[in-house]
């Protein structure tokens, strides 16, 4: 479920595009694979990936093009991206950052550099992906065993309401619109639409108890706020 990351990779070169889907599937990651930034627009608005691979020269729109594209558009603006080019030189390297890259990989590149790459981004840009535990006030949450705990005692949660809660956990303080909580869960949960979020909110407050259920406050006109007391 929620541990395989999804990548998509966005690379006309045939020979760079195999090595690029060879190697990270390897490394346990699903990947979609396309030629160009078109296809990959397509791509994204079917299903948000956990992060994208993008050429910066691409037939037809430009890698920078679509990186400027996600960045403007609210509900790509944090998608992880990291950027792929052969050219090397620093004024390419600023380029790409200056237009919300997260990171720069400069072909040829080591598959094993690139992952490692590919896993400080996720860390960074995306932590309810990478798997770390996380405590807020009285509620314990671990990805990697799916369990969660207010004042050490376990909490039966279905698997949407684990996954907002997560996504709630490592946004703390930070008022989230309904359609950021749905575009962090749709990779998991494709039938999900607008209002269930709400019907999801409510059974994960029902479950959590009042300490929890306190964590999670409405924020009218714009969605959910996950408080850390500690703040
Ligand atoms: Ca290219």
Do not use: W
């Not at 720069?104 to 309810?128: C, D, G, Q």
Request: overall charge negative; charged content about 25%; hydrophobic content about 40%.
């Amino acid at each position: 479920m929620s541990d395989v990351k999804r990548i998509l990779v966005i690379e006309d070169e045939v020979s760079i595009q195999e090595l690029l889907c060879y190697s990270l599937e390897q490394a346990g990651f699903e990947v979609i694979a396309v030629a160009t930034a078109e296809q990959g627009l397509a791509e994204i608005r079917s299903e948000l990936p956990s992060i994208v691979l993008l050429d910066l020269m691409l037939p037809g729109m430009s890698g920078v093009a679509l990186a400027k594209q996600l960045r403007s558009d609210s509900r790509t603006r944090d998608l992880p991206l990291i950027m792929v080019t052969a050219r090397a030189e620093e004024s390419d390297r600023v380029g790409g950052l200056d237009i919300g890259a997260d990171d720069y990989v400069t072909k040829p590149f080591s598959p094993r550099e690139l992952i490692s790459r590919i896993r400080a981004v996720l860390r960074r840009r995306a932590p309810h992906l990478a798997g770390e535990p996380v405590e807020i006030g009285l509620v314990h949450l671990d990805p990697a065993a799916r369990t969660v705990t207010v004042e050490g005692q376990p909490v039966d949660l279905g698997p949407t309401e684990f996954d907002l809660l997560q996504y709630l956990m490592h946004h703390p303080n930070r008022a989230m619109t309904r359609e950021q909580l749905l575009n962090a869960l749709r990779g998991d949960h494709k039938a999900l639409v607008d209002r269930t979020v709400d019907v999801y909110v409510r059974r994960l407050r029902g479950a959590l108890g009042p300490a929890g259920e306190a964590m999670i406050e409405t924020v009218r006109g714009i969605g959910y706020k996950l408080t850390s007391t500690a703040e």
